[in-house]
T-cell receptor
Framework: DAGVIQSPRHEVTEMGQEVTLRCKPISGHNSLFWYRQTMMRGLELLIYFNNNVPIDDSGMPEDRFSAKMPNASFSTLKIQPSEPRDSAVYFC????????????FGSGTRLTVV | AQKVTQAQTEISVVEKEDVTLDCVYETRDTTYYLFWYKQPPSGELVFLIRRNSFDEQNEISGRYSWNFQKSTSSFNFTITASQVVDSAVYFCALSGLTGANSKLTFGKGITLSVRP
């Protein structure tokens, strides 16, 4: 089992550019979560999907952020246009909610917007 | 709404000391899960334990132990005979079973430094 795979591990981009973060959940997991970690706000949930359907996107900070899950094995989080305050570590996690409620996190993407 | 409070922000101990990390939670759900995660300096989130709300038995795993007390809504974590490798940020988290509450809600984390 390769675990939850996130790419890229690090991303440095200029303000105003589009950024796309990618996540491959564990095969068989039916839920996927995007979290953002900053010093000021800690770990906060941005959005989560169940069976590829967005269930709760109340944590998405503004319209510049969008997330998709076109199939059970892939999700993207897009920021357009990016701003310096978006600099953070973005984690993806997956879970089989109907079974054991374990949440497995990816290694995270460290985003720096300059 | 769910809430997790980790009142301690930073703890520093000398190696071999015991240390307890506190966690208090709030939820209206009758069934829920509690978690502890470790985030070492390398940055990944490492799962340590999951406990459901119906199981109040304390758990021990090597030098780690957890004390779940529903009456005080607490789920405290004790490291016995701490080691330098235990230095990390530790997060307590809570999730419900259905709908919007099935997400993980994290506390702010406790930074533990173990000095040689």
């Amino acid at each position: 089992d390769a675990g939850v795979i996130q790419s890229p591990r690090h991303e440095v981009t200029e303000m105003g550019q589009e950024v796309t973060l990618r996540c491959k959940p564990i095969s068989g997991h039916n839920s996927l979560f995007w979290y953002r970690q900053t010093m000021m706000r800690g770990l906060e949930l941005l959005i989560y999907f169940n069976n590829n359907v967005p269930i709760d996107d109340s944590g998405m900070p503004e319209d510049r952020f969008s997330a998709k899950m076109p199939n059970a094995s892939f999700s993207t989080l897009k920021i357009q246009p990016s701003e310096p305050r978006d600099s953070a570590v973005y984690f993806c996690a997956s879970s089989l909610l109907s079974f054991n409620y374990g949440y497995t996190f990816g290694s995270g993407t460290r985003l720096t917007v300059v | 709404a769910q809430k997790v409070t980790q009142a301690q922000t930073e703890i520093s101990v000398v190696e071999k000391e015991d240390v307890t990390l506190d966690c208090v939670y709030e939820t209206r759900d009758t069934t829920y899960y509690l978690f502890w995660y470790k985030q070492p300096p390398s940055g990944e989130l490492v799962f340590l334990i999951r406990r459901n709300s119906f199981d109040e038995q304390n758990e021990i795993s090597g030098r780690y132990s957890w004390n779940f007390q529903k009456s005080t809504s607490s789920f405290n974590f004790t490291i016995t005979a701490s080691q330098v490798v235990d230095s990390a940020v530790y997060f307590c988290a809570l999730s419900g079973l259905t709908g919007a509450n099935s997400k993980l809600t994290f506390g702010k984390g406790i930074t533990l430094s173990v000095r040689p």
